[in-house]
C-alpha cells in the first residue's frame, strides 16, 4: 500500500484532472438541481390529477381530497394554485396544519423545491414565530389555531384565495370550528376559559376537550395554577379521562375524591357520550364565549361538523349568564364586550405579547460565579419599574428590534 505524500503528485488517474486549475470547474449544479426536484414532483401521485384538482377548485367552491399519506397533497396543491395563479394580486395560499412541527417541516420543503428562501414566497406562521413577509409571501403555511385566531381580525380572511384545511381528518376543535365558520365565511376563536374552581362550592369539576394534546396541555396549566391557590380553598386533584389511558388511569376518574379535595377531570367526550361519573357538579365546556364575540348570538343553531349535545350548549351558556358575560337576550353584555376590547385602547399586541411571555419558564438563565454577576447586570437593562410583566415586554421589543 503506498501513501500520498502532499506536494507530490496525487495517487490516481489525472484524466480528471486536466480541467482542476483551469478556473472551469463548477462547484455546484442549480440548474440540474432543479431539473432533478422538479422531476421528483412529476413522480408523485398526485401530479397526474392536476388539471382535474385545478379544475374542481375552479368550478367548485370547496373541494374535498382524499389521498393516501405520501401522494403530495400537503406540499404540491399549494404550489399547483401558485403556478395557475391565484396567489397573483397580493393574494395567499393558506394551508394549515394540526402541529407546529408539520407547518415548519412541510414550509421548508416547498420553499426548496420553488427554489425560495424560507420566509419570503414560502413562509409559515406557528405559535411565537412567524417566519413570512407580509408583502412577499404566497404560500403560507400555519397551525389552524393561528387561523382561528386571525379572523378575529378579519372575520372574512379576506388576504387568502384558497384556504387549505389539512388533515381535516384528525377533528381537532380548531379543525372542527374553522369548517363550521368557514361554512358560512363567518369567523371564530376558540379559547379555553378555566374557571377559578378552587372558589366554588363543593362538587367536582368536569372539563371537556377533543383530544389528548390539549389534555395534556391543560393538566400542565392546572398544575401550575396549583402553587397559587389560596390556603382556605380545598386540595384539587387534577386527573385525566381519554381512551389512550390504561384501565387503571380511567378508572381513578370514577373513584369519589377524599375528604377536602375536589377532583378536577380533564377529559374528551367519552365521559359525556360513554360514561357517567358521580359528583360532578361543575362543567367548563370550551369554546362558547369565543363565539359569541363575534356575534354568533344563536349558538344552538351553529353549523358544527358534529354537533355537541344541546344540554351541554346550554349549560355553557348558563354559566355565562350567571358571569355577567352574556345577557338574557344571548347576546354579549357589557363585561363581556370589554373582555374583547383591548383593540380600542390599542394595547391588544402589548397585552397578548406579556402573556405568551408568561407561558414560558426562564426567560432569563443566570449562570454560577463571575458569568452570573455579569448575566445579572445585563438583565438589569430590561427591568421596568412598574412590574414583572413590562419587563417581558420589553426584551420582546428588544428581540424585535435586533431581527429587523
Not at 496525487?10 to 478556473?23: C, K
Not at 407561558?359 to 460565579?369: L, R, S
Amino acid at each position: 500500500m503506498q501513501f500520498w505524500k502532499p506536494g507530490t503528485v496525487a495517487p490516481g488517474s489525472s484524466l480528471d484532472r486536466v480541467n482542476e486549475t483551469d478556473g472551469s470547474v463548477v462547484s455546484s449544479a442549480p440548474l440540474s438541481s432543479l431539473v432533478s426536484v422538479q422531476s421528483a414532483r412529476e413522480r408523485l401521485p398526485i401530479y397526474r390529477h392536476r388539471e382535474k384538482l385545478l379544475y374542481c377548485v375552479e368550478k367548485y367552491g370547496v373541494v374535498i381530497v382524499v389521498g393516501q399519506t405520501g401522494c403530495g397533497k400537503t406540499t404540491q396543491l399549494p404550489q399547483y394554485l401558485h403556478e395557475a395563479g391565484w396567489a397573483a394580486d397580493g393574494n395567499v395560499i393558506a394551508c394549515t396544519q394540526p402541529r407546529r412541527v408539520a407547518a415548519t417541516s412541510v414550509a421548508g420543503r416547498v420553499a426548496t423545491e420553488v427554489g425560495s428562501i424560507l420566509g419570503d414566497e414560502v413562509g409559515y406562521t406557528i405559535r411565537f414565530e412567524d417566519v413570512s413577509d407580509k408583502e412577499r409571501t404566497r404560500i403560507l403555511y400555519l397551525t389552524d389555531g393561528i387561523l382561528f385566531r386571525e379572523t378575529l381580525r378579519d372575520p372574512l380572511l379576506s388576504r387568502y384565495s384558497v384556504i387549505m384545511i389539512d388533515e381535516a381528518h384528525e377533528r381537532t376543535i380548531y379543525t372542527d370550528l374553522l369548517l363550521g365558520i368557514l361554512k358560512k365565511r363567518v369567523s371564530s376563536i376558540y379559547g379555553l376559559h378555566i374557571a377559578d374552581v378552587a372558589l366554588q362550592g363543593p362538587g367536582d369539576v368536569l372539563i371537556f376537550l377533543t383530544g389528548r394534546e390539549e389534555i395534556e396541555r391543560c393538566l400542565e396549566d392546572l398544575a401550575e395554577l396549583l402553587p397559587t391557590l389560596p390556603p382556605s380553598s380545598p386540595r384539587l386533584k387534577v386527573l385525566a379521562l381519554h381512551a389512550g389511558l390504561s384501565i387503571e388511569e380511567q378508572l381513578a376518574a370514577f373513584e369519589p375524591a377524599e375528604r377536602g379535595t375536589r377532583k378536577v377531570i380533564v377529559s374528551t367526550n367519552i365521559a359525556e357520550a360513554s360514561v357517567t361519573i358521580e359528583g360532578i357538579k361543575y362543567v367548563v365546556d370550551s369554546g362558547f364565549v369565543k363565539l359569541k364575540s363575534l356575534g354568533i348570538d344563536d349558538v344552538m343553531k351553529f353549523e358544527w361538523v358534529t354537533a355537541p349535545p344541546a344540554q351541554s350548549i346550554l349549560r355553557a351558556l348558563e354559566g355565562l349568564v350567571a358571569a355577567g358575560m352574556v345577557g338574557e337576550d344571548g347576546k354579549l353584555t357589557v363585561s363581556g364586550e370589554k373582555l374583547f376590547s383591548s383593540k380600542d385602547y390599542q394595547c391588544g399586541e402589548e397585552i397578548l405579547t406579556i402573556v405568551c411571555m408568561t407561558t414560558v419558564q426562564d426567560i432569563f438563565i443566570i449562570p454560577d460565579g463571575a458569568a452570573g454577576a455579569m448575566a445579572e447586570l445585563e438583565r438589569r437593562k430590561f427591568t421596568a419599574e412598574e412590574g414583572d410583566h413590562l419587563t417581558l415586554l420589553n426584551v420582546t421589543e428588544v428581540e424585535a428590534d435586533c431581527m429587523l
